[in-house]
């Protein structure tokens, strides 16, 4: 059982952060005024 | 979009369950935990496909200096890596279960922890260099001349004669036919819901780097989305001598 935990659970960690990171650009793009630098 | 993650999570569902309804391999010590190899050989598979991948689009950048190659070929680093991480940890749990140990120090199982060396240095290199045209040159260099001992390491090393004679790593079983074709679905199924998922991540890493760079041609250092590159800001030294009175 702990193969397939494993390796689903590895890359759906990786697809959290990506997809994280996406909405983040997203919606600093979408509204870059709302989004301080510093 | 949607509808193809939900296919693909149907896909992830009913090939793990099929791995588990197929009957055991014949051919190792404990037959049914050799389940493990429907997740480790895929993973090597793809660690081995994406190595290759990163070595071409390598070329492509140090032909064009194009930064959007340089994002795909990022993102092609990075699920290497990944995959690399994952082909060793499902490796390690075959080797307790099967060898009676977590690290046998199979010549395998070595030459692929170099792989994974070799692999996670790439990620390095680029985290290390805060220059955009910089980093994409050095990276692509050096997922070029990676190519060369990740060959030697995955395909040559392992099937050296003495090599394969002291090693336990099952090759020869799987090559003697120690899985029929029922097995070979298992691994087919899986291998291909791997690559579906690779080709998902691929596409939404690629999506994030062509953000980022748009973000900065508008607004600058994205630094502070998490890019991974070394703060490039200098530090100037300045006099602080007080000054003398009259």
Redesign the interface.
């Known amino acids: 059982m702990v193969p397939p935990i494993l390796v689903w659970f590895g890359l759906f960690l990786y697809v959290q952060n990506v997809d994280r990171k996406l909405r983040t650009l997203e919606s600093a793009m979408a509204d870059p005024a709302s989004r301080s630098k510093d | 979009m949607t509808f193809a993650r939900g296919v693909l999570l149907l896909g992830?569902a009913v090939a793990?369950v099929l791995?588990f309804v197929l009957p055991p391999a014949k051919g190792f010590r404990e037959p049914d935990l050799a389940?493990?190899i429907?997740?480790?050989l895929p993973?090597a598979f793809m660690t081995s496909g994406l190595v290759f991948l990163a070595a071409w689009q390598g070329i492509q950048v140090l032909r064009t200096r194009s930064p959007q190659l340089d994002v795909r070929h990022a993102a092609t680093v990075e699920l290497g890596a990944?995959f690399g991480?994952?082909t060793m940890?499902?490796g390690i749990?075959f080797s307790k279960v099967q060898w009676g140990t977590w690290w046998q120090s199979d010549p395998r199982q070595t030459s692929f922890l170099m792989v994974l060396l070799i692999l996670a240095v790439g990620l390095i290199l680029r985290a290390a260099i805060g220059d955009e045209r910089r980093r994409a040159a050095v990276s692509a260099s050096y997922s070029v001349a990676a190519l060369v001992p990740a060959i030697y390491l995955i395909f040559v090393y392992p099937r050296l004669p003495h090599i394969t004679k002291e090693s336990f790593h099952p090759s020869n079983t799987i090559a003697q036919g120690g899985f029929d074709s029922a097995y070979r679905l298992g691994l087919i199924s899986v291998f291909a819901m791997?690559v579906g998922?690779a080709v998902?991540?691929y596409r939404?890493?690629v999506?994030?780097g062509q953000?980022?760079l748009?973000?900065e041609v508008?607004?600058?250092?994205v630094d502070?989305?998490?890019h991974g590159a070394a703060d490039s800001r200098l530090v100037r030294p300045v006099s602080v001598r007080p000054e003398r009175g009259p």
């Open positions: 992830m793990t791995t389940r493990i429907f997740f480790h993973c990944l991480a994952l940890a499902t749990l791997l998922l998902l991540l939404m890493r999506r994030v953000l980022e748009q973000w508008t607004n600058g250092n502070d989305f998490g």
